[in-house]
């Protein structure tokens, strides 16, 4: 009697690199478009999801450029720190003496990005000048409970832009001076009618981490997982629906 063997083969996922992953909001999103992800983050991120190195973000980029050890990523994310004259943190510290002191991570990093030779896509909160404003995301576009406006650098390759809906309402909360009620939670701070940890998670999507500045400090993964299958489109030459 013949017996037949069927080995079953995991579908291939590219790899990506998710630099500054912090607790792996991006990178939840990118394994959900398709891709296997690899995060560096220079702290300890025990939540992240995915396989984890900790290390410093550049000095690790630079290494894997100089080995060689790049050309095993199809595609590279980074979403470095944002307080360097970042319009929030300039303009409501200002008083305090806060904000345009912190380092520039950007420009570096965007440096070496392109020395890669690789896709990739750069990530930063509105009021964030130093990146091209490719790609901008918003909570709406796919009804969750945070607006949450973010930019996207595009480094190697494009797609076309989402058009940006209009807002059901206010944030919850105090704003100047002035409390309103609305659909979406403010996912940042404390006080002032900010959202909970449970209700942040829910409006985010994310569930594996219950640590507020990890929660505060990440982006919904719907936004990298749009982006991360328009990225697979565009490699197999068809369109993403905007």
């Known amino acids: ?19 500054y992953c912090c607790a792996g909001g991006a990178g939840t999103g990118y394994h959900r478009a398709g891709f296997e992800v690899h995060g560096v983050d220079i702290a300890d991120r025990p939540n992240y999801p995915f396989t984890f190195t900790r290390a410093d973000a550049l000095t690790y980029l630079a290494d894997l450029i100089a080995s060689g050890g790049i050309r095993q990523y199809t595609m590279v994310h980074a979403s470095p720190p944002c307080q360097d004259k970042c319009t929030l943190t300039v303009g409501t510290n200002r008083s305090r003496g806060w904000g345009g002191t912190h380092t520039d991570l950007v420009a570096p990093t965007r440096e070496l990005l392109d020395a890669t030779g690789l896709p990739y896509v750069i990530e930063q909160p509105n009021g964030r000048a130093k990146i091209r404003k490719d790609i901008s995301l918003c909570g ?4 969750l409970g945070v607006l949450r406006h973010r930019n996207f650098e595009l480094g190697g390759w494009t797609t076309a832009r989402p058009k940006h809906p209009k807002h059901r309402g206010y944030v919850r909360g105090m704003r100047h001076g002035v409390k309103r009620d609305g659909p979406y939670i403010a996912a940042y701070g404390n006080g002032g009618g900010k959202g909970t940890v449970p209700e942040i998670q829910q409006a985010m999507g994310i569930t594996w981490t219950d640590v ?24 197999a030459g068809t369109a993403v629906a905007a």
């Open 212 to 235: 507020r500045e990890e929660l505060t400090e990440a982006i919904p993964p719907a936004y990298s997982e749009w982006i991360g299958r328009a990225h697979l489109a565009t490699m």
């Open 1 to 19: 009697m013949t017996h037949t063997s069927v080995v079953r083969r995991r579908p291939f996922r590219p790899l990506l690199l998710d630099l």
């Open 140 to 143: 709406e576009m796919f009804r």
